[in-house]
């Protein structure tokens, strides 16, 4: 049995239903520093790793490649990349730990649903990487009507298809947390990858999420870090709470992700105060 498997077994890892509301995810801590790569490198725990590009833009997988200082201890001593198509040069999809998903899917296109279908098959745990692959993003406005395949129309994020295990939003996520969360994975780091594990069912991302969830609820302590974090520069801070332009969001949830009210680490802190 895989390292993955083992983990998920352990410790009772499922998928949560596709149309689970967004739910407060705990936070914890890893690093991915050049130490640590090459610690988990000398144990030689190299988990399978498969890079699945849908309907996405290249983007999430650049940034993957811009972890410059640890980039080849990652590709080569952490992980094996064993499939991918700007990685390797395999033409079969094989067994895999981890399977990467970038990009969602287009209901149109049969190429891409049996592919994501095999990824479920194949991979002991699927994870959702970048908004596309999450909670749709920009996809969601897809409508069709354009040249060379104007029946492309309908493209929804990859759990409204398949149970997926984790999700990393993200348009793009950032370098680091990619490098974190193998770290994690190899190291068995349950309260680092619970958030992403909680992600697996929030298959909607808006910038409405703040007003919805955190305003509305009477969580928001004005820290403008939701408006720090949006790469559109769609949400800017007016009185102290967020308010978000809605012609410049496009839908990648990351707002409400990075919100350090989106969660209450509630079991750590009992934990911390000896309750
Ligand atoms: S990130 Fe800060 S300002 Fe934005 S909704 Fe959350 S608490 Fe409020
Ligand atoms: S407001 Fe910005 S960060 Fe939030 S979902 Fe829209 S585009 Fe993403």
């Not at 309907?55 to 094996?80: F, K, P, Q």
């Not at 390797?88 to 990467?100: F, G, H, K, N, Q």
């Not at 479920?120 to 009507?145: D, H, I, L, P, Q």
């Not at 990858?193 to 409405?208: K, N, R, S, V, W």
Request: overall charge negative; proline content about 5%.
């Amino acid at each position: 049995m895989s390292l993955i498997s083992k983990l998920k077994g352990l410790l009772g890892i499922g998928a949560k239903p596709a149309n689970e509301e967004p739910k407060p995810a705990k936070s914890g801590q890893v690093g991915a520093s050049e130490q640590e790569v090459e610690k988990v490198a000398e144990e030689n725990a190299k988990p399978r790793i498969g890079y699945i590009h849908l309907s996405g833009c290249t983007g999430d997988i650049m940034s993957l490649s811009e972890n410059y200082d640890i980039l080849a201890e990652l590709l080569t001593n952490m992980v094996d990349i064993v499939y991918g198509q700007t990685l390797a040069d395999v033409w079969e999809m094989p067994e895999m730990d981890l399977a990467l998903v970038e990009g969602s899917v287009c209901l149109q296109d049969e190429h891409s649903l049996h592919e994501l279908m095999e990824v479920r098959e194949k991979a002991a745990m699927v994870c959702a990487y970048g908004s596309c692959s999450a909670t749709g993003c920009f996809t969601r406005y897809s409508r069709g009507g354009q040249q060379a395949r104007p029946d492309h129309e309908s493209f929804v994020p990859i759990a409204d298809l398949i149970k997926v295990d984790c999700a990393i939003p993200g348009c793009p996520p950032s370098p680091e947390i990619i490098a974190k969360t193998v770290v994690a994975l190899i190291n068995g780091d349950m309260d680092y990858l619970q958030p992403m594990i909680d992600l697996a069912g929030m298959t909607e991302g808006c910038g409405c999420d703040l007003q919805k969830y955190v305003v509305n609820q009477a969580l928001c302590i004005g820290c403008g870090t939701c408006a720090m974090a949006c790469q559109t520069r769609a949400v800017s801070m007016t009185n102290g709470r967020p308010e978000v332009n809605g012609d410049r969001c496009v839908k990648c949830g990351i707002c409400y992700v990075q919100c350090p009210r989106s969660w209450f680490p509630e079991e750590q802190i009992k934990k911390d105060l000896g309750l």
